[in-house]
C-alpha cells in the first residue's frame, strides 16, 4: 500500500515559481507511473505531468514548457517545477501513482484518471 502526502502549495503572484513536493511511503521497485494533477472547483481532476519508471516524462500542453517533473534517486519523493504561474494555474495539485509502469501518459494525463492511490492535495494561488 503507497501512501503519498503533497506540500508547497502556496500563494504567489503571476510569473512566479513554486515547487511541489509529494513524498512517498511503500514500495515503488515493481516499477509505477508517477504524475501530477491539478483540479479547480467545478471541474475534473485533469493530468498535468507524469513520469515513467525510467524516468520519461510527459506534459499536458497547459503546462509544457513551463513545469518539470522529477524524482529523486531513490523514488521516494516526486516533485512539479513550475516557473511563469498564470492564474489559470490555480487549483489544488495531486500527486498520484497507478502500477504498473509504461504507458504513462496514455493512463494519467486525461481528466478523470483511476489510480491506485493519490495524495490529499496541496492548494496553488496565482494571482494576477
Not at 513520469?51 to 500542453?61: A, M, R
Not at 529523486?72 to 519523493?77: L, P, V
Not at 511563469?84 to 490555480?90: A, T
Amino acid at each position: 500500500q503507497v501512501q503519498l502526502m503533497e506540500s508547497g502549495g502556496d500563494k504567489v503572484q503571476a510569473g512566479g515559481s513554486l515547487r511541489l513536493s509529494c513524498a512517498a511511503s511503500g514500495s515503488l521497485s515493481n516499477g509505477a507511473c508517477m504524475g501530477w494533477f491539478r483540479q479547480v472547483a467545478g471541474a475534473e481532476r485533469e493530468g498535468i505531468a507524469s513520469i515513467d519508471s525510467d524516468g520519461k516524462t510527459s506534459y499536458s500542453d497547459s503546462v509544457k514548457g513551463r513545469f518539470t517533473i522529477s524524482q529523486d534517486n531513490a523514488k521516494t519523493t516526486l516533485y512539479l517545477q513550475m516557473n511563469s504561474l498564470v492564474p489559470e494555474d490555480s487549483g489544488t495539485y495531486y500527486c498520484g501513482v497507478d502500477f504498473p509502469a509504461g504507458m504513462c501518459p496514455t493512463r494519467l494525463l486525461h481528466a478523470s484518471p483511476t489510480l491506485d492511490a493519490w495524495g490529499q492535495g496541496t492548494l496553488v494561488i496565482v494571482s494576477a
